[in-house]
Nanobody
Framework: QVQLVESGGGSVHPGGSLRLSCAVS????????MIWFRQAPGKQRDMVAQ???????NYLESVRGRFTISRENAKNTVYLQMNSLKPEDTAVYYC???????????????WGQGTQVTVSS
């Protein structure tokens, strides 16, 4: 069974920093893309940052320059370093992975359970 476990959420003041982690466990052949999404109450789930293999990254415009996504392949873990946090960054953050469970298999999508990030004074 493939599992994604997020950690690192919490409450911070505006201008503060947090680092989210998402560890993928289980029988995995390869991970193609890892993405951080977020969803605030009453709003749609938005892509925040994605990393494809180790070559391509993309960010939501409102977090560009403040957030950095990175991967540690040896640990099947993706990180989201969040700096200069703003109240509008408050949301539940979800990790998503597109991966193959064996060689030649199709890419499958898996989600973590989410971690709350709250930015307030």
């Amino acid at each position: 069974q493939v599992q994604l476990v997020e950690s690192g959420g919490g409450s911070v003041h505006p201008g503060g920093s947090l680092r989210l982690s998402c560890a993928v466990s289980g029988s995995i052949f390869e991970i193609n893309t890892m993405i951080w999404f977020r969803q605030a109450p009453g709003k749609q789930r938005d892509m925040v940052a994605q990393i494809v293999n180790d070559e391509y990254t993309n960010y939501l415009e409102s977090v560009r320059g403040r957030f950095t996504i990175s991967r540690e392949n040896a640990k099947n873990t993706v990180y989201l370093q969040m700096n200069s946090l703003k109240p509008e960054d408050t949301a539940v953050y979800y990790c998503n992975a597109a991966l193959r469970v064996r060689q030649g298999a199709s890419l499958e999508s898996y989600w973590g359970q989410g971690t709350q990030v709250t930015v307030s004074s």
